[in-house]
């Protein structure tokens, strides 16, 4: 693979419900450490793209390359073994758990007992947890206790601790910063800015105009199911990108 290469290429991507087109004909690339933001109004097809990329929707025509690949996957579990991590707005946590627990939920590292007696492997969950937030430089003062003692950012940042655990190379966060306050949608800012760092692809879906330009190197305006326009952030602003959001 050259440093060319794109993480991921979505080529003339194109999905159809019945008659209604919610994309038709989109093209994006994520190259490494890119943060690319996914834009456009309510029905743009923002979802629909996610759930392609993801596993979620075959496409209707259209190929998806991963590092210069063509891939197909049948289900998120096969885009999540290739690379590919969502982190929808739910986080998909489990609140009554620990961050090591929520890291491996599912798919629990096990020891034995005594020699033979097989039990969950804590002391593993509880490292992989303590050096996970440690390398997106995030602490928190008890990694022991469940989750939902923590704020909106912190459990965020699980989220992205479990994707990034998992060896993701491409993270799609659907509006990772709607639901917090200011200082905490800062926080999750520099996360994205970490993962950006370790050379890892970053698709971002906001609304937040102010958000996307503060973490964003490109930006991909869908309108109606098409790409209306896509810029680099550093060469566009708002009413551009409002522009292109709501045509005309
Ligand atoms: N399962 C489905 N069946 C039929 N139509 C669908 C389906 N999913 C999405 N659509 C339609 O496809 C278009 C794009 O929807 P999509 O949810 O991808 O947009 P979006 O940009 O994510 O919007 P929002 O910001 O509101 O979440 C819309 O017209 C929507 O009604």
Same mark, same amino acid.
């Given at each position: 693979?050259?440093?060319?290469?794109?993480?991921?290429?979505?080529?003339? /991507?194109?999905?159809?419900?019945?008659?209604?087109?919610?994309?038709?004909?989109?093209?994006?690339?994520?190259?490494?450490?890119?943060?690319?933001?996914?834009?456009?109004?309510?029905?743009?097809?923002?979802?629909?793209?996610?759930?392609?990329?993801?596993?979620?929707?075959?496409?209707?025509?259209?190929?998806?390359?991963?590092?210069?690949?063509?891939?197909?996957?049948?289900?998120?579990?096969?885009?999540?073994?290739?690379?590919?991590?969502?982190?929808?707005?739910?986080?998909? /946590?489990?609140?009554? /758990?620990?961050?090591?627990?929520?890291?491996?939920?599912?798919?629990?590292?096990?020891?034995?007992?005594?020699?033979?007696?097989?039990?969950?492997?804590?002391?593993?969950?509880?490292?992989?947890?303590?050096?996970?937030?440690?390398?997106?430089?995030?602490?928190?003062?008890?990694?022991?206790?469940?989750?939902?003692?923590?704020?909106? *950012?912190?459990?965020?940042?699980?989220?992205?601790?479990?994707?990034?655990?998992?060896?993701?190379?491409?993270?799609?966060?659907?509006?990772?910063?709607?639901?917090?306050?200011?200082?905490?949608?800062?926080?999750?800012?520099?996360?994205?800015?970490?993962?950006?760092?370790?050379?890892? *692809?970053?698709?971002?879906?906001?609304?937040?105009?102010?958000?996307?330009?503060?973490?964003?190197?490109?930006?991909?305006?869908?309108?109606?199911?098409?790409?209306?326009?896509?810029?680099?952030?550093?060469?566009?602003?708002?009413?551009?990108?409002?522009?292109?959001?709501? *045509?005309?």
């Amino acid at each position: 693979m050259n440093s060319q290469t794109p993480l991921l290429e979505v080529r003339n /991507l194109s999905r159809h419900f019945g008659a209604v087109r919610a994309l038709d004909d989109c093209s994006m690339v994520v190259r490494p450490g890119e943060v690319v933001a996914l834009a456009g109004d309510n029905g743009a097809g923002k979802t629909t793209m996610i759930k392609a990329i993801s596993g979620v929707y075959p496409p209707t025509s259209g190929e998806i390359l991963i590092e210069g690949k063509p891939v197909t996957f049948s289900s998120p579990q096969e885009a999540r073994a290739l690379g590919i991590e969502t982190i929808y707005q739910d986080l998909a /946590l489990a609140d009554n /758990l620990t961050i090591g627990a929520n890291i491996f939920l599912g798919r629990e590292p096990m020891r034995k007992a005594f020699g033979f007696l097989p039990v969950i492997d804590r002391k593993t969950m509880s490292k992989a947890a303590a050096e996970t937030m440690a390398l997106l430089d995030f602490h928190v003062k008890r990694l022991d206790a469940p989750v939902s003692n923590f704020s909106g *950012g912190q459990r965020q940042a699980v989220a992205i601790g479990r994707a990034v655990y998992w060896n993701a190379k491409i993270l799609i966060m659907d509006e990772p910063t709607a639901a917090l306050g200011v200082p905490e949608q800062r926080k999750v800012i520099s996360l994205i800015k970490s993962l950006k760092a370790q050379g890892r *692809g970053v698709i971002f879906i906001s609304h937040n105009l102010q958000d996307i330009f503060a973490v964003s190197d490109r930006i991909v305006v869908l309108r109606r199911g098409i790409v209306a326009g896509e810029r680099n952030i550093a060469d566009t602003n708002h009413d551009e990108v409002v522009k292109l959001m709501i *045509g005309g």
